[in-house]
């Protein structure tokens, strides 16, 4: 197999907090947008190595992976291996949720299957000349989570009608 993570040119990036945990988005020279795969996966406990293999392992997203060379806080230049962010959902879908017992990092992966490619497109959108500042990013995000709490006492409530 030959490698897909192939070096691509950032044009812009921005440092966001989502549900709590920074992330960086990365607009690349493709127009598409990335987020590094170790960010995410330190953020949902997941390990960044097997995660890449199993990216790597699964043809819809092994083309979404690219090495990009992103700004660190500290001023220095790192690659890193960043997933385009329209592929976050699939890459998430491999991991069943049923199984984490850990309530809080569950209803997490699942905030960031649900919210995370639309949070990315708020601040990178195709409309946008430049990146949204950090302050209304963070009320995005905090309106996305309480509709997903909206949502989940709702599927609670219908659970409760159908057991009666």
Known sequence: MPDVTQAITLIQQA???FYGDALTGA???DGDIYIPLVQMCSSLQLNPTGQ????????????????ITLVA??????????????????????????KIDDEALRKKLIAYHR????????????????????????????????VSDRMEAIDQAIASLNAM
């Open 115 to 146: 919210d995370l490619y639309k949070v990315a497109w708020a601040v990178f959108g195709p409309l946008r000349a430049e990146v949204v500042p950090a302050g209304d990013v963070q009320a995005i995000a905090q309106r996305m989570a309480e």
């Open 27 to 29: 607009l690349a020279e």
């Open 73 to 98: 806080q500290d001023g220095s230049r790192r690659p890193l291996v960043c997933l385009r962010v329209d592929l976050v959902p699939g890459w998430l879908a491999g991991i069943t949720t049923s």
């Open 52 to 67: 890449v293999q199993r990216i790597r392992r699964t043809e819809a997203l092994m083309d979404g992976l690219r090495l």
């Open 15 to 17: 440092d966001v907090e």
